[in-house]
């Protein structure tokens, strides 16, 4: 296996300027990269769900509810957002600005770099499936609660530039029924019948970047 390229960089911080609904969509095809002492693992971000509280009942932060768990919502963006959800590490994409607690969950991705170690850690040898959900990411490329906090714009974990979509879907949200009208956002994107994307593919409209 060869080394990671030198040439992958983290992308500088006024990428993470942009409104959370455009950055849910800048972030398709960028490179998601984790340094560990066992190896970096990589993958380019294949879907993506938008999350802006305080007015989103689907939201950690709805009602601008501030805990332990939510704090980081409130600094900067591009920080990472990392909580448990059923012993699985979901991570995100802090955005919004400070004060503003928005953040992008991160929900697949397509490996390209480090892939047998991601095998390793999920123990399974289906590309398909490795990191085809959020919590299957986050196992593949080593990604823990002890990133929670941590700038993007640096390693170890950190989003690169990777390359651009021709065709984006956008759709609803997964798993946040009970989220009332929040359920039927429309802020949930993904990269046009890329098969690493977690769930079904059915979309409301779709954005062919090339017309």
């Known amino acids: 296996m060869g080394e990671f390229p030198k040439e992958i960089v983290p992308l500088p911080q006024e990428f993470y300027e942009q409104s959370t609904l455009e950055l849910a969509k800048a972030l398709l095809g960028c490179l998601l ?7 970096t693992a990589a993958g380019y971000i294949v879907e993506t769900e938008a ?14 509810r501030r805990s332990a768990r939510t704090e980081v919502m409130f600094h900067r963006s591009g920080l990472a957002y990392t909580y448990l ?6 991570f995100n994409v802090v955005s ?8 992008i969950l991160v929900r697949a991705i397509e490996p390209s770099d480090g892939i047998e170690l991601m095998k390793t850690r999920r123990e399974i040898q289906d590309l398909d499936k490795l990191t085809n959900g959020p919590g299957k ?36 949200r997964i798993g946040i029924d009970n989220a009332g009208e929040a359920k039927d956002y429309l ?11 977690s769930r079904h593919q059915k979309s409301e409209y779709v954005i062919n970047r090339n017309d």
């Open 33 to 39: 990269v984790k340094e560990t002492d066992l190896g």
């Open 51 to 64: 999350y802006i509280g305080p007015s989103d009942r689907a939201a950690h932060s709805y009602n601008n």
């Open 85 to 90: 959800m059923h012993t699985h590490c979901l």
């Open 96 to 103: 919004g600005g400070e004060e503003k607690p928005e953040a």
């Open 137 to 172: 990411l986050t196992k593949s490329l080593g990604v823990t609660m002890a990133d929670y906090g941590s700038s993007l714009t640096s390693p170890p974990l950190y989003i690169a530039k990777g390359y651009f979509p021709e065709s984006i879907s956008i759709g609803k």
């Open 187 to 197: 802020w949930r994107f993904w990269i046009t019948n890329n098969k690493f994307v």
